[in-house]
């Protein structure tokens, strides 16, 4: 979020990665342009991973209550079920909360639930390994985000987006190539993934072609990457906090503390998004909802600058359309 990583070198040796990052070329789409309208009618599951980074200079206050307030929202109001949620933090109590209301079910290593490298990839491979058409993905990541110098070329920047796990001080970072290749590129034809990143540098932060963000009331879009030559079957829809280039923050409400992008995510919901308390008179769009978070980021984060972003996979993708969760 709005700190910098200390002690981080990103020339650090990385274990491996799920797939090598693939090598420039021309960014393929093999579903049909006009994404199916189904999607919801399948199975709900979420993947929420918040890193307070417990002990160490970079403590942050508001992941862990992020996740806890996702996964309660996603359970209440738009019916994730709790077997097929799984919340990757280092607070204690949220790890308890984790381990027995959600898939683990008070079975298996509750230290699974630490936000390391390894732990995320494999909650990742859980995540996608099943999935099938009409399945409503979630995924959310609040932490410290950052960047490095891209190596594969595919980068307009010429840097790659990180994010630092709970163990990021031995080069343990994962780049946006890697979210890529773990979660959009195995999504099947038919399921769609929603994302939130809640964290700074995070406006390509899992690679998405496509993208728009918010600047007072206009909608802009951004550049394309170049050279990406990855072929993705499902949707993937991400809301980030902020764009490349900035940074993010914590931000307290009557005294608890979250993540900027989660907290208005949340609150645009509620008002846009159709829920149980919300109603279906009260539906939005994709880019309402991004309107809406820029809205209450506008008067909340001061402290440091923060553009909401939206960004997305099929270059037809109409973030007019109504949003379904």
Known sequence: LQQEMPNYNPNSPSPQSPNPSPQPNSYQISQSQKPPHNYGQGRKKALLIGVNYIGQSVTLQGPSNDTLNMFKFLS?????????????????????????????????????????????????????????????????????????????????????????PLDYNVGNHIIDDDLHEAMIKRLPEGCRLLCLMDCCHSGSGLDLPFEKSAYEGKRKRAERKRGLNRESKGLAVCWSSCQDSETSADIGVNGVYSGALTHFWLEAIKKHGGGRSSGEGSRGSYEDILMSIWEGMKVKVTTVVSIPQLSYNVQDFDAKQPFYL
């Not at 799984?86 to 204690?92: G, K, Q, T, V």
């Not at 909650?123 to 995924?139: G, K, M, Q």
């Not at 985000?145 to 994010?163: F, L, T, Y």
């Open 76 to 164: 209440s109001e738009f019916s994730f079920p709790p077997d097929n949620m799984i919340i990757l933090s280092d607070e204690p109590n949220t790890q308890k909360y984790s381990y027995v209301n959600g898939a683990m079910h008070n079975t298996g290593d509750i230290s699974e639930l630490i936000p390391t490298k390894a732990h995320i990839l494999k909650a990742i491979s859980w995540f996608v390994s099943d999935a099938r058409p009409n399945d409503t993905l979630f995924f959310m990541y609040s932490g410290h985000g950052g960047q490095v110098p891209d190596r594969s070329n595919d980068e307009a920047d010429n840097m790659d987006e990180v994010i630092f």
